[in-house]
């Protein structure tokens, strides 16, 4: 059983992403230096931006999912926006980036736990789907190697983008902390997970489903590259995004299906409606905002929707995808006879 079919779902949750890292790795360790960002625009476009809009697009449609998650539909976007709309005037008013960099923090630091929840959520459906799901003692290995790469990735990003500047004491400190943390943190975050993995397969008698297994392999090759070359960061979110578009997706294709839409039908307009939503996120609306707001204010606008949508997408992506919820079964795996019922 699968989401999509065998092969598209092992491609597209980390498949494709472990060939390309490797192989850029591998050709050329210097790859993607210099302006990374203007490189990735395209892409960011077609895949990172649509994969946010995939989130809203499934809380927002339904009354009912709006009613049964309150706080992500609403108290929390409600509080950031707050946040987000000060962070602007302090900046723009009283010339203090302090809220910006703080709600830039809280992103950078929260996508370490997005990422590694992300990889587990995978691990599980996937597990699930094959009619043996990972139990108690499996699970915990395997999520304590998750939080151990989890605390890896938020040691790197205060040392990308705090930590940083020409040396001093503090920032010679941190660098140690971050290479020991590289050195010991990644390769111990694998232990742990192969060990749970093992158990597992020793208990179902069989290796696991590729599907089970790309997840977890993908994120630690993900890890490995952005130690190497912390430009891989680009590389890194369109990796994700293409994993979560996976899901979404069949959840519109489930969807169409009650309402008779076939299911090509119902991918062109998953994929019209994300596109469109992500240029007039990302694009059209900081500019008419910025329009209306002070001479200059632009850029700090468009950084503050950022941060408000990655912050507000991590919290909502955390509450509807919980597998154990009969709901979120229903619909992800009602294409499978009998799979929302299952246990």
């Known amino acids: 059983m699968s989401i999509i079919n065998p092969t598209v779902d092992t491609v597209a949750i ?28 395209i892409l960011t476009a077609l895949l990172n931006w649509p994969h946010f809009m995939a989130t809203y697009a499934l809380m927002y449609r339904s009354s009912d999912t709006v009613e049964r998650y309150p706080w992500a539909s609403k108290w929390v976007p409600a509080l950031l926006g707050a946040a987000s709309v000060a962070a ?31 990889a587990w959520g ?29 605390a890896w990735h938020v040691i790197w990003f205060l040392h990308i983008f705090v930590f940083r500047g020409p040396p001093n ?16 943190l990644i390769p111990l975050g694998a232990i742990l997970g192969i060990i749970g993995l093992v158990q597992y397969r020793n ?32 590389w890194v979110q369109l990796s994700h995004a293409l994993q979560y578009l996976l899901f979404p997706m069949r959840v519109e294709i489930n969807r169409g299906v009650t309402k008779n839409r076939s299911p090509f039908r119902s991918v062109a307009l998953f994929v019209s409606l994300a596109l469109g939503l ?42 509807l995808w919980k597998i154990s919820n009969p709901a979120v079964r229903k619909e992800l ?6 799979a929302e019922t299952a246990n």
């Open 169 to 184: 004491g503090i920032i010679e400190t941190f660098n140690q902390i971050y290479s020991f943390a590289t050195y010991t």
């Open 203 to 234: 208990r179902i008698g069989r290796t696991p489903s590729l599907q089970v297994l790309v997840p977890f392999a993908a994120i630690v090759v993900w890890y490995c590259a952005m130690a190497i070359n912390p430009f891989a960061i680009f």
């Open 278 to 319: 992500s240029l007039l996120v990302f694009e059209l609306s900081p500019r008419v905002l910025a329009w209306v707001a002070p001479a200059g204010s632009y850029a700090v606008i468009k950084v503050a929707i950022g941060n408000f949508i990655n912050i507000h997408h991590y919290f909502a992506d955390g509450v």
């Open 14 to 41: 980390g498949g494709l992403s472990i060939l390309v890292l490797l192989f850029l790795l591998s050709v050329e360790p210097s790859w993607n230096q210099g302006q990374p960002a203007q490189r990735f625009v």
């Open 88 to 118: 602007v005037v302090l900046q723009v008013v009283f010339e203090s980036g302090i809220a910006t960099q703080l709600l830039s923090l809280v992103a950078g630091a929260y996508l370490a736990w997005h990422y590694t929840g992300q």
């Open 122 to 150: 995978m691990m599980a459906s996937f597990s699930y789907l094959g009619g043996a799901g990972i139990q108690d003692g499996e699970r915990t290995w395997v999520r304590s190697g998750l939080r151990v790469l989890l």
């Open 333 to 338: 795996f009602s294409h499978l006879r009998g």
